[in-house]
Structures are given as structure tokens and as C-alpha cells.
């Protein structure tokens, strides 16, 4: 427990504004020319210290409440789902520019000389992904108690934020609408 204890104060400190913007600066940059970061051993690397990180995390007693909440599962696998299409565009652009350099086409051209993005090669795959996305969706829907909002009742308004002339007056902002919806003033 004291080396998670270490390690937040570490992230604490290291998440202040003028640390973090610099050093996530540097690290791009540096990461961006580092070719076998972009490899599949480095996307495996990778992840797999993405996943060592957020599991530590999980940790804190804290971390895991939140993260584990219905509403805040999406935000976890955002991270996960940015962080692999970012590798995954850098990947194929490393990719390309090694296939430039031996003069062959890039992936994209060799698709579009074998394919016409139109009916039906284009149709199929959408088709295939809105029924994949729909099935998840269901699913997620019927496994996560996510909490579901009141429906909104036009006929009752809460008394939020006054006015100064409201103030004065006793009356407050909802309440001097809600008399000329009903036409008294």
C-alpha cells in the first residue's frame, strides 16, 4: 500500500497543468519518431502497460468506486479504444512510408486498385458494422444498470437561482413564469 500511496503522490504531482502539458509534449514528440513503438510487439507493449497502469489503479479504493460505475465505464473504455486507433493509425503510416521507400503503393492504394468504395463492397461492410455495433449496444444496455434521468415535468419547476428583483419581490424566477403561464400576474 505504500508503494501505491507513492506512486499517486508521484501522478498527483506529475497531473499539475505545467508538468503535464510539457511533459505530454515531449513524450509525443519523442514517440512519435521512436519507429518501434509503432510496431505490433510495441502496440503489444504498449497496451500491456496501458492495462498494468489502469489495473493498479483499481487499486484505490476510490478510483475503482468511480470507475466502476455504470455511467463511467464508457470513459475506461475510451482509453483504451483512442489509445488503440491512435497506435493503429501510426502504424499503418510507418507502414506506408516503408512501402513508399521500396516504391511500392501504399496499403490505401493497393485496396482502392483491387476495390470500388460503392455498392456493394462499401454497403456490405457498413451493413456488417450497424449490426455488430447495434448487438453491442443491446447487450451493454441489458448488463449495465446505467441510472436513467426523471423524465422532465414542464408542470412543476424547482425554485434554482434568483434574481435580485426576484429577491426582493419574495417571488422567484420559475415562480413569476410559471404564473404567466397560467396568465395571472
Known sequence: MVLINLLKSVINFVSAPQYLVTLMLIVVLAALNWRPLWSKKGGIALFGLLGLGIGLSYLDKNFAAVATLPDNVPIVAMIFLVGFFFWYAMHQAYENDRRVAAGLP??????????????????????????LVTAVLIVWSIALKAPLEEPANLRTRRATATSPSASASGRSRSSSRASSFSGAR
Not at 493497393?110 to 457498413?126: C, G, I, M, N, R
Open 106 to 131: 501504399t496499403i490505401e492504394g493497393q485496396d482502392s486498385a483491387t476495390k470500388v468504395f460503392s455498392w456493394p463492397d462499401l454497403v456490405y461492410v457498413e451493413l456488417i458494422c450497424l449490426v
